[in-house]
């Protein structure tokens, strides 16, 4: 498999490196050249798969001979123990996507990423270090991935004071080569620590390190498996299917775009965001005016600069009257969504995270307009019980906790105190 920059500076790369490096040098995106249209037999095939034998397919088609078929089959089956079903709210179906171990969709991209970066340097006698500051949800995400996975060692650097305690159970219980360290600083400075480390010349000689950074290649390809598992679960395939995706990086979104060039059957996609609506606006005027965040109660979604906008830009050529005809952007504030989880709570009995409320506020908006009989998909990016400061208040409710949180949240936390200074951290590493 080959992938270019979409800056069309750097060479073209292999699979290999554009997981290991993450980013090209002249700081672009890896894509890749090979989104050709599945063939026909995987569809007529597809109705009687499980997700894993269909997520194995896909990869082999996406991946060709980089990694053997038994190696894909590995990696898919240590990835994937879990489901993505469909819940039938009438109007409106939810895509629940946080069936995984950290309650979020983030599970099916980290999980992935982790075990191909485990088999890409399987045969390496360096121990790869992986450095991530988290503000929360992908610190759990990136540590839950790589769990086990033989000659990577991850360090999370994480605000002390500054994640929930629930985020700090998910990434400071599980030992193994896992180790997180609680900086008494803000999330910024975690930030800067970790970009630190990575231009510091003496840690760079001696230590090999490298980020599992959210715009690698590797979380995108695994996160286009649930599009298909969506429309495989459909009662009736032939009515158009529109799909709300709740949106802050635009990873999942480039990733429909993956699914559809592969063949899934898309009639539209919809773009949803909290009051940080940077593409909506592009989508509605063709001005792209990136600014800093505002923070929402969709707090994952609080983003100013959405990382894979450049992706989603090459895909269409930069052509902004075929974009707009193809994707439809909404954005919400936090009073409407608020409003729209009392309001589903209510009247079907189902609860949504502010995230995925935000993603059907989108849909509810399209199918005022376009309001005939069609496959109306709301992807749901987080357990409401992750966001439960926000969510248990609106409904006056304690919301359950699902049996593998509990179970995290009964370990003891183990975190080492660390610094905001550099030096501290840069002779921690060294003498680890
Ligand atoms: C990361 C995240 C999003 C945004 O996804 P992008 O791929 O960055 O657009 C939405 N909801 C939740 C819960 C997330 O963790």
Redesign the pocket.
């Known amino acids: 498999m080959q992938l270019y920059s979409t800056k069309r500076v750097s060479p073209d790369v292999d699979l290999k490196e554009a997981v290991l490096k993450g980013l090209p040098s002249d700081n672009g995106l890896y894509m890749p050249y090979e989104m050709f249209h599945l063939p026909p037999s995987f569809f007529e095939a597809l109705p009687q798969m499980s997700f894993n034998e269909m997520a194995i397919e896909i990869t082999k088609h996406i991946v060709g001979d980089d990694i053997a078929d038994s190696d894909i089959e590995l990696i898919i089956n240590s990835a994937y123990n879990f489901d993505a079903p469909i819940v039938d709210l009438g109007d409106i179906k939810i895509l629940e996507l946080f069936q995984g171990p950290t309650l979020?969709?983030?599970d099916f991209g980290a999980r992935f990423m982790g075990r191909l970066m485990g088999y890409f340097l399987k045969d390496s006698k360096d121990v790869v270090n992986i450095l991530v500051a988290t503000s929360g949800?992908t610190g759990s995400a990136v540590a839950h991935g790589f769990l086990n996975v033989e000659g990577i060692q991850v360090t999370i650097l994480y605000p002390k004071g500054k994640v929930s305690d629930i985020q700090e159970k998910q990434f400071t219980t599980l030992g193994a080569n896992i180790t997180a360290l609680e900086v008494d600083g803000t999330f910024d400075d975690c930030q800067r620590l970790v970009k630190s480390a990575f231009l510091d010349s003496e840690l760079n000689q001696k230590l090999v390190l490298s980020s599992a950074n959210?715009i690698n290649i590797a979380r995108l390809i695994p996160q286009s498996f649930y599009y298909f598992w969506a429309y495989k679960q459909l009662k009736n395939k032939s009515l158009p299917l529109y799909f709300s995706?709740?949106?802050?990086?635009?990873?999942?979104?480039t990733a429909c775009l993956f699914a559809q060039a592969m063949g899934l059957p898309i009639s539209k996609i919809i773009a949803a965001t909290n009051a940080n609506n940077i593409v909506p606006e592009y989508l509605a005027s063709g001005l792209f005016q990136p600014r800093t965040s505002v923070s929402t109660i969709?707090n994952?979604?609080d983003?100013g600069n959405?990382s894979?906008f450049a992706r989603i830009m090459d895909i269409y050529s930069n052509d902004w009257e075929v974009i707009k005809d193809d994707i439809i952007g909404y954005s919400f504030d936090d009073n409407q969504t608020a409003q729209c989880i009392q309001d589903v709570y209510k009247e079907k009995g189902y609860l949504l995270?502010p995230?995925t409320a935000v993603g059907y506020l989108a849909m509810e908006e399209f199918l005022k307009e376009n309001n005939g009989a069609a496959n109306a998909v709301v992807l749901s990016?987080?357990h409401p019980v992750k966001f439960g400061e926000v969510v248990e208040p609106l409904i006056g409710e304690k919301i359950e906790i699902p049996q593998r949180l509990k179970d995290m949240l009964g370990s003891d936390k183990k975190s080492i105190p660390m610094s905001s200074d550099f030096n501290q951290f840069k002779e921690w590493l060294l003498n680890k």
């Open positions: 979020a969709f983030k949800d959210s995706i709740p949106s802050g990086n635009f990873g999942n979104l969709s994952a979604m983003v959405p894979n995270c995230h990016t987080a």
